[in-house]
C-alpha cells in the first residue's frame, strides 16, 4: 500500500456530506410513542479516496458502524448527501440503487454470524454474481474458484459450508465476496476485531494486497487504532456521533491535536514493557454519555482534561489548522504544532482538574474520580448506550 | 522471600495440570501437563490463541471444571493445600474468599434481577458474620474504591442500570471485598473500549498492591502484559510453550511461536517494516493436537532441526536461562538465531 496518496487525487469513490442518522428513543409499553433521538451520526463529512483507507476509529457507541451502514444506505439516514464515484445516491430508490451497488461492498466484523451456514462456500461468494447479474467469461464457478485462490482459500473446499472453516477462514470467504465484483470501495466493519493476533496480521496483508492490485478505496471501522495505524492512509476519530479529529495517519498518531486522540493513544499500552513503563497515561474517567442525551456544546467537554467554560457552552468547529489536518476543539494540544497563532493562544495547557499531561499519569485513582464525577449522568439516566446491534 | 526459599513452596503452584473433555467427536485436550507458580503481590501473565486453554487453566484452578464431564489431574497446591483432591464443598468455601475470579462477560456473574448492593453484601456474608449495616458499609466503601460514582445511591441499582465499564468495575469491587490472596482474571477487559480498559487495569493493580494479591491475569493481548505482568506463560495448543519473567518473553523470546506473536502484533509506532509478518496457517484442533511439537504445522523453523524431531517428539520444557524455560528442539545457537531476526525486524535488539 503506497503512502503517498493525496488526499486531493481526483474523484473520491466515496465522498459524504454532513450525514446525519438518527433512531427514535421509544418509550415502553402498549403504545410506544416518540420520546427522543439517538444521534447516532450527527453531521460527519468525509472522502475516501480510490486506493486508500480511511479509518474510523472511536469508542463503543459512537456512531462508526452506523456511520458504515448510512454510506451503504442499508440504513436510511436522516440527512446529509452520500456520492460514490462522483454520483450522488443519496435520493435514489431501492431499485436504483442495484447497480450503484455494484461500486461498493461489506466486510463483517463476526465471521460466524455473517454467512449463512446452510450456503456452500461457493454460492457464497457467487451471490454478488448472481444478484447483480454478472456472468464472469469463464463461468460463475471458475470465478469464484480464482477468488478462493486469490485470499488463500483452497479452491477445492468450493462446495464445503461455513461451519467447516476456521474463524480466519472465514473472513476470507467474506472478503472474497466482497471483491467478487470489483467494487470501486469497501466499508470493512471490524474486519479482523475477531481474530486472533496471528491471524489478524494475515487478514490485514490481504486486504492491503487486494487493495494494491485492484485500487479499491477502504472505509476501514476499528475500535483499535494499532490496527487502524496498520493499514489507514488517513484517519478519522469519532466520539457521540462527531468527528472530532481528522488527520493522515502520520500527523494523527505523531502530533495528534485533539484531547480526546490522546487519551485514546495513551490508553493503549505498547507490546514493550520498557516502553510501556515510561509512558505517560492520560485516565478518561466514565463512559460514553448517552447518545440520547449527549453534552452541550463540545460533546467531549465532560470527560475532558482541557475543558474550559466554553466548552460546555459552545461547539467547536471542525477547522482544519494546518494542511488535511482536521481538528474540532477549543484548546487543541499544540505542542507539537509549532505555529500556536493559528489557533491564537493557548489557554488549555492548564487543565482543569489539576492534572497535566504527565500528573494524570498512572495510580492517581482521585484524579479519575475527579475528572469523572460530573460526567454528566445522574442516577436516573440511562447511561448505556444499549447494545450494539451489529457487534 | 526467605533464603531458604528453594525449600519452600510456592504460594500457588500447578504442577502437571491436564484436563481432558471427552466429547462425542473424541477427547478434548483442553489443558495438557501445565505447571506454574505465583508468588503473593507477583502478576502472572497467561497469553496465547483463543482455543489454547488459557480459561480451562483458570478454571481448573479455581476447581470450576464439572469432574463429571472431565478428567482433572496434576496437582493445584494453593498455600499448602491440593485444591485438585480437594472436596467441592471446601472449594466453595475457598471461592469469593481466598480466592476469586473475574469473568470476561461481567453479565454472566452478576444477577440481573438482584441489586447491585444485595449482590455484593451477600459475597460478603457467604464467608464471614458482620452485621447488615456493617455489610453495606464496607460494600460502599468497595464501590467507591472502583470509582462508581455515588456509590450510596447506586447501591440500589440494577445490573442493568450501570454501562459495561461500570459492571467489570463492580465485578471487581464483588471478586475483591473479601480480600482474597489470588486473584484470576480471565480476560477482564477485553470487552471493554480501551479507555476504561486503562481504568480497569490500573484498578487491579493498585487493589492488588493493597491486598498483596497474587494475579493471574489471562489476555491475548501483549501490551497490556508489558503494562503489568511480573511472569508469562505463553501457552499454545494446551501446552505452555515458553515462560519467564516479562523481561525475557519480550526482550529474549526464544521459542518460534512466541516470536511469530510478537511479529504478527499490530504498533502504533513506526517499526522497521510496517508490513506485519504473520504466522501462516491455523492454530491446531484440541481434538487433533500434533503428536510432536503442537506447533509443527506452523514452525518455519523446523527444517534447522535434525531428523524428524518436530513431528514425532514432543518437546520438553527446558530451561534456557533463570527462571526462562522454553519447549523446543531448535538447538541453542539456532533459537537464538531467529530470536535475533525477530528482534530486529521489530527495531529491538536483544540485549
Ligand atoms: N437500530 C437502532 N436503534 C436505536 N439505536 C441504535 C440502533 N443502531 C444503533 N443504535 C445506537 O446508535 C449508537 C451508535 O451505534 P453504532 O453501532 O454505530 O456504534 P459503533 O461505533 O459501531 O460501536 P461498536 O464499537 O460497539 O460497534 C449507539 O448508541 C447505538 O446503541
Ligand atoms: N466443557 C468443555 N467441553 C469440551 N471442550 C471444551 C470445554 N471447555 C473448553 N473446551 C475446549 O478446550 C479448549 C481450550 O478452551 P479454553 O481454555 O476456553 O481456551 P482459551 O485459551 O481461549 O481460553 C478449546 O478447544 C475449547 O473448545
Ligand atoms: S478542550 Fe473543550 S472543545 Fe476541546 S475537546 Fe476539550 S471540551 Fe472539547
Ligand atoms: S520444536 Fe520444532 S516445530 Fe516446534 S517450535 Fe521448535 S523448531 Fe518449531
Ligand atoms: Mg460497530
Ligand atoms: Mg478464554
Redo the contacts with the bound molecule.
Keep these: 500500500m503506497s503512502q503517498s496518496v493525496e488526499p486531493a487525487a481526483g474523484v473520491p469513490a466515496l465522498r459524504v456530506s454532513d450525514l446525519r442518522t438518527y433512531?427514535?428513543?421509544r418509550s415502553k409499553g402498549l403504545f410506544p410513542k416518540t420520546i427522543g433521538q439517538?444521534k447516532?451520526?450527527d453531521g460527519v463529512s468525509f472522502e475516501v479516496y480510490p486506493g486508500e483507507t480511511l479509518g474510523l476509529v472511536?469508542?463503543?457507541?459512537?456512531?462508526?458502524?452506523?456511520?458504515?451502514?448510512s454510506v451503504l444506505r442499508l440504513?436510511e439516514p436522516t440527512s446529509g448527501r452520500i456520492e460514490f464515484d462522483g454520483v450522488d445516491v443519496t435520493g435514489l430508490s431501492s431499485k436504483e440503487m442495484v447497480p450503484v451497488r455494484r461500486k461498493a461492498a461489506m466486510i463483517f466484523?463476526d465471521p460466524y454470524n455473517a454467512l449463512n451456514p446452510r450456503h456452500t462456500v461457493g454460492a457464497i461468494i457467487s451471490a454478488p454474481f448472481a444478484v447483480q447479474g454478472v456472468k464472469p467469461p469463464g463461468g460463475v464457478k471458475a470465478a469464484v474458484q480464482e477468488l478462493m485462490e486469490r485470499v488463500g482459500l483452497n479452491p477445492e473446499h468450493y462446495n464445503r459450508y461455513p461451519a467447516e472453516f476456521s474463524g480466519g477462514q472465514r473472513q476470507r470467504i467474506g472478503i472474497a465476496r466482497a471483491v467478487a465484483l470489483r467494487p470501486k470501495f469497501i466499508v470493512c466493519?471490524?474486519p479482523v476485531s475477531a481474530l486472533d493476533v496471528s491471524i489478524q496480521a494475515q487478514v490485514i496483508n490481504l486486504l492491503r494486497d487486494l487493495q494494491d492490485e485492484f485500487g479499491i478505496a477502504y472505509l476501514f471501522?476499528a475500535?483499535d487504532l494499532a490496527v487502524v495505524r496498520q493499514i489507514s492512509n488517513r484517519v478519522a476519530v469519532?466520539y457521540l456521533?462527531q468527528v472530532m479529529e481528522l488527520a493522515t495517519r502520520e500527523d494523527l498518531y505523531a502530533r495528534p491535536l485533539h484531547p480526546y486522540t490522546h487519551a485514546l493513544l495513551s490508553a493503549i499500552p505498547v507490546p514493550d514493557p520498557r516502553a510501556q513503563k515510561q509512558r505517560e497515561h492520560i485516565m478518561l474517567s466514565g463512559d460514553l454519555p448517552?447518545?440520547?442525551a449527549p453534552p452541550t456544546g463540545c460533546v467531549f467537554h465532560t470527560r475532558c482534561f482541557q475543558a474550559q467554560e466554553i466548552c460546555a457552552s459552545e461547539k467547536p468547529a471542525l477547522v482544519e489548522p494546518t494542511t488535511g489536518h482536521h481538528v474540532a476543539c477549543h484548546f487543541p494540544i499544540l505542542e507539537f504544532l509549532g505555529t500556536k497563532e493559528i489557533l491564537g493562544p493557548d489557554p488549555g495547557l492548564t487543565p482543569r482538574a489539576g492534572g497535566s499531561l504527565a500528573g494524570a499519569a498512572a495510580g492517581s485513582n482521585d484524579l479519575i474520580r475527579e475528572i469523572g464525577t460530573d460526567y454528566g449522568v445522574g442516577p436516573d439516566t440511562p447511561i448505556d448506550?444499549?447494545?450494539?446491534?451489529?457487534? | 522471600m526467605t533464603e531458604y526459599s528453594n525449600l519452600r513452596r510456592a504460594f500457588l503452584e500447578v504442577s502437571d495440570l491436564s484436563v481432558q473433555f471427552p466429547t462425542e467427536d473424541g477427547i478434548v485436550r483442553a489443558v495438557d501437563g501445565v505447571s506454574f507458580s505465583i508468588e503473593r503481590g507477583q502478576t502472572l501473565a497467561i497469553v496465547g490463541e483463543s482455543g489454547s486453554g488459557k480459561s480451562v487453566t483458570a478454571q481448573a484452578v479455581m476447581g470450576l471444571i464439572n469432574k463429571r464431564n472431565a478428567d482433572v489431574s496434576g496437582q493445584v497446591i494453593f498455600d499448602g493445600e491440593d485444591l485438585v483432591a480437594m472436596s467441592d464443598e471446601d472449594l466453595r468455601k475457598l471461592r469469593g474468599n481466598k480466592m476469586s475470579m473475574i469473568f470476561q462477560d461481567p453479565m454472566s456473574s452478576l444477577h440481573p434481577f438482584y441489586r447491585i448492593g444485595d449482590q455484593l453484601t451477600e459475597a460478603i456474608n457467604a464467608h464471614q458474620k458482620v452485621s447488615k449495616t456493617d455489610a453495606r458499609d464496607r460494600a460502599i466503601e468497595m464501590l467507591h474504591k472502583v470509582g462508581i460514582p455515588l456509590p450510596a445511591k447506586r447501591f440500589d441499582d440494577y445490573p442493568h442500570q450501570f454501562s459495561g465499564g461500570m459492571r467489570q468495575r463492580v465485578m471487581i469491587a464483588m471478586a475483591l471485598i473479601n480480600s482474597p490472596s489470588l486473584l484470576i482474571a480471565d480476560e477482564p477487559t477485553t470487552a471493554l473500549d480501551v479507555t476504561v480498559q486503562a481504568q480497569i487495569i490500573e484498578l487491579i493493580s493498585q487493589l492488588q498492591r493493597e491486598f498483596d494479591t497474587a494475579v493471574i491475569l489471562i489476555t491475548h493481548d501483549l501490551g497490556i502484559v508489558a503494562d503489568v505482568a511480573d511472569e508469562v506463560a505463553v501457552m499454545y495448543g494446551a501446552r505452555v510453550v515458553e515462560h519467564g519473567a516479562v523481561d525475557d518473553i519480550f526482550y529474549h523470546p526464544q521459542m518460534p511461536y512466541t516470536l511469530g506473536l510478537l511479529a504478527s502484533v499490530p504498533r502504533l509506532t513506526q517499526v522497521r517494516s510496517d508490513r506485519l509478518d504473520p504466522i501462516p496457517g491455523n492454530p491446531p484442533s484440541p481434538l487433533r493436537l500434533p503428536t510432536g511439537c503442537v506447533f509443527q504445522p506452523r514452525c518455519v523453523y523446523q527444517d534447522e532441526v535434525v531428523g524428524d524431531l518436530c513431528r514425532t517428539q514432543r518437546p520438553d520444557l527446558e530451561s534456557v536461562g533463570p527462571g526462562h524455560e522454553v519447549r523446543c528442539h531448535l538447538p541453542a545457537a539456532k533459537r537464538q538465531a531467529a530470536a535475533e531476526v525477530a528482534l530486529a525486524a521489530l527495531g529491538r535488539s536483544s540485549s
Design positions: 433512531f427514535p428513543v439517538v447516532a451520526v472511536g469508542e463503543s457507541g459512537c456512531g462508526k458502524s452506523t456511520t458504515g451502514r440504513i466484523q466493519d471490524e471501522v475500535h469519532m456521533g448517552s447518545p440520547a448506550p444499549g447494545p450494539s446491534i451489529w457487534r
